[in-house]
């Protein structure tokens, strides 16, 4: 079945830009999603991909999609400490049931 | 507007007792979902439903249960709990033609099993 892998940890510091990769094995994959999770919290979508784009922008998220390598990274400009968090990669699942694979999240520290 | 809303949000249970998890939507979605969350190993698909009265199993479905008797909510259950299943349960949900706006989840319910 599909997989998907991420790094477990990064760590940058405030004001830098922060890249976390992202690869999955289900070519057939249609969407690919960052998700957010903050302590204690749910999971809050940040963005996704459309399989026919390579690129999306949105504010300080820039989103990279390479489908021939099937790797995805999630860039975020000007790091703040806010965004301290787990963030998760999940490709949408065949078979039209709407589940989503999840990687195993990448925690994100920012240090001041 | 309450979204996905989980209850309880924690539970310690001692191993083989049985316990109920609900999950209720209020957006009128189609789809259901639970998945469980432990370190290191992101979230795994337990059981999910594609409208009422329809389960189907996911990744990790051994030692739940699950039920869909209304549109709105979608129940997980443990019949006789084992330490392996202390984790956090979140469920979700979505729209059947909404994949681009992904999964609605809800706060997330911690359960240790002594």
């Known amino acids: 079945g599909e997989d998907v892998e991420q790094s477990l940890f990064l760590s940058v510091r405030e004001g830098d830009s922060s890249v976390i990769n992202c690869t999955y094995t289900?070519?057939?994959?249609?969407?690919l999603y960052w998700y957010k999770q903050e302590p204690g919290a749910g999971l809050q979508l940040l963005t996704y991909?459309?399989?026919?784009?390579d690129m999306k922008q949105d504010q300080r998220l820039t989103v990279l999609l390479n489908k021939k390598d099937k790797h995805l990274s999630l860039r975020i400009a000007d790091t703040q400490t806010g965004d301290s968090a787990i963030y998760f990669c999940?490709?949408?699942?065949?078979?039209?049931?709407?589940?989503?694979?999840f990687g195993q999240g990448t925690t994100l520290q920012v240090k001041p | 507007n309450a979204g996905v809303t989980q209850t309880p949000k924690f539970r310690v249970l001692k191993t083989g007792q049985s316990m109920t998890l609900l999950c209720a939507q209020d957006m009128n979605h189609e789809y259901m979902y639970w998945y469980r969350q432990d370190p290191g190993m992101g979230l795994r698909l337990i059981h999910y439903s594609v409208g009422e009265g329809t389960t189907a199993k996911g990744e990790v479905p051994d030692g739940y249960n699950v039920s869909r008797l209304k549109k709105q909510n979608f129940l997980l259950g443990l019949e006789s709990a084992a330490p392996s299943q202390t984790s956090v349960y979140f469920c979700a949900s979505s729209y059947a033609m909404g994949p681009d706006q992904g999964l609605f989840f809800g706060e997330g319910s911690r359960l240790t099993v002594l």
């Open positions: 289900d070519s057939s994959s249609t969407y």
């Open positions: 999940a490709a949408y699942g065949s078979g039209n049931t709407g589940k989503l694979i």
């Open positions: 991909i459309f399989s026919n784009m």
